[in-house]
T-cell receptor, first 112, second 118 residues
Framework: LAKTTQPISMDSYEGQEVNITCSHN???????ITWYQQFPSQGPRFIIQ???TKVTNEVASLFIPADRKSSTLSLPRVSLSDTAVYYC?????????????FGPGTSLSVIP | DAGVIQSPRHEVTEMGQEVTLRCKPI?????LFWYRQTMMRGLELLIY????????DSGMPEDRFSAKMPNASFSTLKIQPSEPRDSAVYFC????????????????FGPGTRLTVL
């Protein structure tokens, strides 16, 4: 299973764009990249998933370079309510079940 | 859709007592996962079921932990006897792989049960 590395914490002011980068040097051909968000006292919540290039939804964008050894979650114009822990996971349909590993994630603090 | 339902939301018990945590997955989902979250160890996968069958319980810390899924709409995680080091937030999650093709499936997490063992 591809191991991921992401910053432990980040701070940002309200209204700014936040980019959180995740490294996954050993990503396999069949692996997808998935990001979850966890608010305090809640369970993680799916944000976005991608395989290559760029994916965008109503919450965030996910940028994946051609070599797929890293990915960047982009949150546009963050607000205080975006303060949460963001987890990057890498895995395919099979391994994502029995080898799901949530790392420490990135704790994002949005400052007024 | 009510989402994944867990009960109780909070549980305080004394060391040595039996603890049973309950989970109702989202209707139609056929995979169910139990996680434990602590500050020291983060979020750990304990066990997961597919079509009510336990697929991998290698994450279950010891024989004091057991999990069952008697039907598609209910699962339990039992700790007997409980110990102070079992204090954590326990999450249940469910997913439905049918429409995802070869992609990893989105897991939907419940609100968690905060367990305190004194």
């Amino acid at each position: 299973l591809a191991k991921t590395t992401q910053p432990i914490s980040m701070d940002s002011y309200e209204g700014q764009e936040v980019n959180i980068t995740c490294s996954h040097n050993n990503i396999a051909t069949n692996d997808y990249i998935t990001w979850y968000q966890q608010f305090p006292s809640q369970g993680p919540r799916f944000i976005i998933q991608g395989y290559k290039t760029k994916v965008t939804n109503e919450v965030a964008s996910l940028f994946i370079p051609a070599d797929r050894k890293s990915s960047t979650l982009s949150l546009p114009r963050v607000s205080l309510s975006d303060t949460a822990v963001y987890y990057c996971l890498v895995g395919d349909r099979e391994t994502s079940y029995d080898k799901v590993i949530f790392g420490p994630g990135t704790s994002l603090s949005v400052i007024p | 859709d009510a989402g994944v339902i867990q009960s109780p939301r909070h549980e305080v018990t004394e060391m040595g007592q039996e603890v049973t945590l309950r989970c109702k997955p989202i209707s139609g989902h056929n995979s169910l996962f139990w996680y434990r979250q602590t500050m020291m160890r983060g979020l750990e996968l304990l066990i997961y079921f597919n079509n009510n069958v336990p697929i991998d319980d290698s994450g279950m810390p010891e024989d004091r932990f057991s999990a069952k899924m008697p039907n598609a709409s209910f699962s339990t995680l039992k700790i007997q006897p409980s110990e102070p080091r079992d204090s954590a937030v326990y999450f249940c999650a469910s997913s439905y792989p049918g429409l995802a093709g070869d992609r990893p499936d989105t897991q939907y997490f419940g609100p968690g049960t905060r367990l305190t063992v004194l």
